[in-house]
Protein backbone atom coordinates (compact mmCIF):
# COMPACT_ATOMS: atom_id res chain seq x y z
CA UNK A 1 0.00 0.00 0.00
CA UNK A 2 1.17 3.47 -0.79
CA UNK A 3 1.99 5.92 2.01
CA UNK A 4 -0.18 8.12 0.05
CA UNK A 5 -3.09 5.48 1.09
CA UNK A 6 -1.50 5.15 4.87
CA UNK A 7 -2.10 9.10 5.48
CA UNK A 8 -5.37 10.23 3.78
CA UNK A 9 -7.01 6.62 4.49
CA UNK A 10 -5.70 5.28 8.22
CA UNK A 11 -9.02 3.17 9.07
CA UNK A 12 -8.33 1.59 5.55
CA UNK A 13 -4.96 0.80 5.46
CA UNK A 14 -5.50 -0.62 9.31
CA UNK A 15 -8.93 -2.36 8.02
CA UNK A 16 -6.41 -3.74 4.94
CA UNK A 17 -3.39 -4.86 7.32
CA UNK A 18 -5.60 -6.72 9.92
CA UNK A 19 -7.43 -9.02 7.17
CA UNK A 20 -4.43 -9.06 5.15
CA UNK A 21 -4.06 -12.84 6.04
CA UNK A 22 -6.98 -14.12 6.27
CA UNK A 23 -7.79 -12.18 2.90
CA UNK A 24 -5.10 -14.39 1.49
CA UNK A 25 -6.02 -17.85 2.89
CA UNK A 26 -9.71 -17.39 1.87
CA UNK A 27 -8.03 -16.59 -1.75
CA UNK A 28 -5.76 -19.16 -1.77
CA UNK A 29 -8.98 -21.65 -0.60
CA UNK A 30 -10.97 -20.48 -3.39
CA UNK A 31 -8.32 -20.57 -6.55
CA UNK A 32 -7.84 -23.92 -4.73
CA UNK A 33 -11.19 -24.89 -6.44
CA UNK A 34 -10.69 -24.13 -9.89
CA UNK A 35 -13.65 -21.57 -10.03
CA UNK A 36 -13.34 -20.98 -13.38
CA UNK A 37 -12.05 -24.51 -14.68
CA UNK A 38 -15.52 -25.45 -15.79
CA UNK A 39 -19.25 -24.17 -15.57
CA UNK A 40 -19.90 -26.81 -12.36
CA UNK A 41 -16.77 -25.47 -10.40
CA UNK A 42 -17.93 -21.79 -10.80
CA UNK A 43 -21.44 -22.88 -9.92
CA UNK A 44 -20.43 -23.75 -6.74
CA UNK A 45 -17.89 -20.73 -6.75
CA UNK A 46 -21.50 -18.99 -7.32
CA UNK A 47 -23.12 -20.71 -4.83
CA UNK A 48 -20.68 -19.67 -2.22
CA UNK A 49 -21.28 -16.30 -3.06
CA UNK A 50 -25.04 -16.30 -3.16
CA UNK A 51 -24.68 -17.93 0.44
CA UNK A 52 -21.99 -14.93 1.51
CA UNK A 53 -23.97 -11.68 -0.42
CA UNK A 54 -27.53 -13.06 1.73
CA UNK A 55 -25.86 -13.38 5.04
CA UNK A 56 -25.24 -9.89 4.34
CA UNK A 57 -27.68 -8.28 2.87
CA UNK A 58 -29.51 -7.19 6.00
CA UNK A 59 -26.39 -5.24 6.67
CA UNK A 60 -26.99 -3.30 2.73
CA UNK A 61 -30.94 -2.77 4.03
CA UNK A 62 -29.36 -0.94 7.58
CA UNK A 63 -31.70 2.54 7.95
CA UNK A 64 -28.86 3.46 10.16
CA UNK A 65 -25.58 2.58 8.00
CA UNK A 66 -27.76 4.37 4.87
CA UNK A 67 -27.07 7.62 6.67
CA UNK A 68 -23.44 7.13 6.52
CA UNK A 69 -23.69 5.12 3.32
CA UNK A 70 -25.90 7.44 0.82
CA UNK A 71 -25.79 4.62 -1.82
CA UNK A 72 -25.55 1.73 0.25
CA UNK A 73 -29.18 -0.25 -1.14
CA UNK A 74 -27.92 0.51 -4.85
CA UNK A 75 -24.36 -1.76 -3.76
CA UNK A 76 -25.97 -4.67 -2.78
CA UNK A 77 -25.93 -7.45 -4.92
CA UNK A 78 -28.34 -9.84 -3.98
CA UNK A 79 -30.08 -9.20 -7.13
CA UNK A 80 -27.46 -9.82 -10.01
CA UNK A 81 -26.67 -13.03 -8.08
CA UNK A 82 -29.61 -14.62 -8.09
CA UNK A 83 -29.99 -14.18 -11.63
CA UNK A 84 -26.37 -15.28 -12.38
CA UNK A 85 -27.69 -18.80 -10.65
CA UNK A 86 -30.89 -18.79 -12.86
CA UNK A 87 -28.46 -18.55 -15.97
CA UNK A 88 -26.60 -21.46 -15.42
CA UNK A 89 -29.51 -23.60 -14.41
CA UNK A 90 -28.81 -23.68 -10.14
CA UNK A 91 -31.78 -22.66 -7.71
CA UNK A 92 -31.06 -20.45 -4.83
CA UNK A 93 -29.15 -22.50 -2.19
CA UNK A 94 -31.68 -23.75 0.50
CA UNK A 95 -28.81 -23.42 3.53
CA UNK A 96 -29.00 -19.66 3.49
CA UNK A 97 -29.01 -17.92 6.59
CA UNK A 98 -29.01 -14.29 7.01
CA UNK A 99 -27.32 -11.61 9.94
CA UNK A 100 -28.74 -10.36 12.64
CA UNK A 101 -28.49 -6.75 12.42
CA UNK A 102 -29.22 -6.14 15.95
CA UNK A 103 -26.60 -8.43 16.98
CA UNK A 104 -24.21 -5.71 15.70
CA UNK A 105 -22.70 -2.37 16.20
CA UNK A 106 -22.63 0.11 13.91
CA UNK A 107 -18.97 0.21 13.61
CA UNK A 108 -18.91 -3.49 13.65
CA UNK A 109 -21.64 -3.80 10.87
CA UNK A 110 -18.91 -1.39 8.93
CA UNK A 111 -16.16 -3.83 8.92
CA UNK A 112 -18.58 -6.50 7.54
CA UNK A 113 -19.27 -4.27 5.04
CA UNK A 114 -15.76 -3.28 4.22
CA UNK A 115 -14.93 -7.08 3.54
CA UNK A 116 -18.34 -7.27 1.02
CA UNK A 117 -17.43 -4.14 -0.43
CA UNK A 118 -13.85 -4.92 -1.02
CA UNK A 119 -14.47 -7.98 -2.17
CA UNK A 120 -15.70 -6.30 -5.62
CA UNK A 121 -12.19 -5.04 -5.95
CA UNK A 122 -10.67 -8.86 -6.45
CA UNK A 123 -14.07 -9.29 -8.61
CA UNK A 124 -12.34 -6.95 -11.30
CA UNK A 125 -9.93 -9.72 -12.00
CA UNK A 126 -12.12 -12.75 -11.57
CA UNK A 127 -14.10 -11.00 -14.14
CA UNK A 128 -11.63 -11.07 -16.82
CA UNK A 129 -11.49 -15.17 -15.75
CA UNK A 130 -15.04 -15.84 -16.01
CA UNK A 131 -15.32 -14.77 -19.82
CA UNK A 132 -13.01 -18.51 -20.53
CA UNK A 133 -16.60 -20.16 -19.72
CA UNK A 134 -18.73 -17.47 -21.94
CA UNK A 135 -19.91 -15.75 -19.28
CA UNK A 136 -20.28 -11.95 -18.56
CA UNK A 137 -21.96 -9.42 -17.26
CA UNK A 138 -24.67 -9.83 -19.11
CA UNK A 139 -25.06 -13.36 -18.26
CA UNK A 140 -24.45 -15.53 -15.65
CA UNK A 141 -21.13 -13.08 -13.95
CA UNK A 142 -23.27 -9.77 -13.78
CA UNK A 143 -22.26 -9.41 -9.94
CA UNK A 144 -18.35 -9.68 -10.82
CA UNK A 145 -19.69 -6.89 -13.15
CA UNK A 146 -17.96 -2.71 -11.99
CA UNK A 147 -20.73 -0.34 -10.87
CA UNK A 148 -22.26 1.84 -13.81
CA UNK A 149 -19.76 4.70 -12.64
CA UNK A 150 -16.48 2.60 -12.21
CA UNK A 151 -15.20 0.63 -9.41
CA UNK A 152 -12.65 3.04 -8.41
CA UNK A 153 -14.80 5.76 -8.01
CA UNK A 154 -16.93 3.56 -5.97
CA UNK A 155 -14.14 2.62 -3.75
CA UNK A 156 -13.28 5.54 -3.33
CA UNK A 157 -16.27 6.92 -1.80
CA UNK A 158 -16.61 3.88 0.52
CA UNK A 159 -13.28 4.81 1.90
CA UNK A 160 -13.98 8.26 2.36
CA UNK A 161 -17.26 7.93 4.04
CA UNK A 162 -15.21 5.02 6.53
CA UNK A 163 -13.03 7.79 6.85
CA UNK A 164 -15.27 10.53 7.91
CA UNK A 165 -17.24 8.31 10.50
CA UNK A 166 -16.68 9.82 14.13
CA UNK A 167 -16.12 6.93 16.20
CA UNK A 168 -14.74 6.45 20.13
CA UNK A 169 -11.29 4.35 20.31
CA UNK A 170 -13.74 1.20 21.49
CA UNK A 171 -15.87 1.35 18.33
CA UNK A 172 -12.85 1.66 16.17
CA UNK A 173 -11.91 -2.00 17.40
CA UNK A 174 -15.81 -2.88 16.73
CA UNK A 175 -14.62 -2.26 13.16
CA UNK A 176 -11.82 -4.37 13.22
CA UNK A 177 -13.82 -6.94 14.75
CA UNK A 178 -16.28 -6.44 12.63
CA UNK A 179 -14.13 -7.28 9.42
CA UNK A 180 -12.32 -10.29 11.13
CA UNK A 181 -16.17 -11.63 11.72
CA UNK A 182 -16.95 -11.31 8.31
CA UNK A 183 -13.98 -13.24 6.86
CA UNK A 184 -14.30 -15.99 9.65
CA UNK A 185 -17.63 -16.33 8.18
CA UNK A 186 -17.14 -16.22 4.60
CA UNK A 187 -14.46 -19.17 5.10
CA UNK A 188 -17.23 -21.22 7.24
CA UNK A 189 -19.85 -20.58 4.20
CA UNK A 190 -16.90 -21.40 1.69
CA UNK A 191 -16.75 -24.69 3.83
CA UNK A 192 -20.07 -25.75 3.58
CA UNK A 193 -20.11 -25.68 -0.21
CA UNK A 194 -16.52 -27.36 -0.85
CA UNK A 195 -17.37 -29.96 2.39
C1 LIG B 1 -10.52 -15.99 -5.64
C2 LIG B 1 -10.96 -15.09 -4.87
C3 LIG B 1 -10.36 -13.73 -4.65
C4 LIG B 1 -9.30 -13.11 -5.25
C5 LIG B 1 -8.41 -13.64 -6.36
C6 LIG B 1 -9.18 -11.81 -4.67
C7 LIG B 1 -8.25 -10.86 -5.05
C8 LIG B 1 -8.22 -9.59 -4.58
C9 LIG B 1 -7.36 -8.54 -5.09
C10 LIG B 1 -6.37 -8.71 -6.24
C11 LIG B 1 -7.61 -7.43 -4.37
C12 LIG B 1 -6.91 -6.10 -4.51
C13 LIG B 1 -7.48 -5.33 -5.66
C14 LIG B 1 -6.96 -3.92 -5.76
O1 LIG B 1 -6.32 -3.42 -4.81
O2 LIG B 1 -7.22 -3.31 -6.80
C15 LIG B 1 -8.62 -7.75 -3.41
C16 LIG B 1 -9.13 -6.88 -2.50
C17 LIG B 1 -10.02 -7.24 -1.52
N1 LIG B 1 -10.70 -8.43 -1.40
FE1 LIG B 1 -10.37 -10.06 -2.51
N2 LIG B 1 -10.12 -11.67 -3.70
C18 LIG B 1 -10.87 -12.81 -3.67
C19 LIG B 1 -11.94 -13.10 -2.86
C20 LIG B 1 -12.39 -12.27 -1.89
C21 LIG B 1 -13.50 -12.55 -1.03
C22 LIG B 1 -14.38 -13.81 -1.13
C23 LIG B 1 -13.61 -11.52 -0.16
C24 LIG B 1 -14.58 -11.29 0.95
C25 LIG B 1 -15.26 -12.22 1.57
C26 LIG B 1 -12.56 -10.56 -0.49
C27 LIG B 1 -12.34 -9.38 0.16
C28 LIG B 1 -11.48 -8.40 -0.29
C29 LIG B 1 -11.31 -7.12 0.37
C30 LIG B 1 -11.98 -6.65 1.65
C31 LIG B 1 -10.41 -6.38 -0.42
C32 LIG B 1 -9.98 -4.94 -0.19
C33 LIG B 1 -8.61 -4.86 0.43
C34 LIG B 1 -8.27 -3.39 0.64
O3 LIG B 1 -7.73 -2.78 -0.29
O4 LIG B 1 -8.53 -2.87 1.73
N3 LIG B 1 -11.84 -11.06 -1.55
N4 LIG B 1 -8.98 -9.07 -3.56
Known amino acids: MSSITQVNYPRMSELKRTTAEVHDNLDNKIMAQSPFASKENYGDFLRFQYLLLKHVEPIYQSEQLIVFFSDLAQRNRCTDIVLDLHDIG?????????????S????????????????????????????????????????????????????????????????????????????????????????????
Open 104 to 195: LTIAQAVGWLYVIEGSKLGAAMLAKEVTQLDLNAEFGARFLAGPGNGRGSQWRGFMQAVEALNLTNDEEQQLYQGAKQAFATAHQLLDVVYQ
Open 90 to 102: MKTHNLEQQIDIN
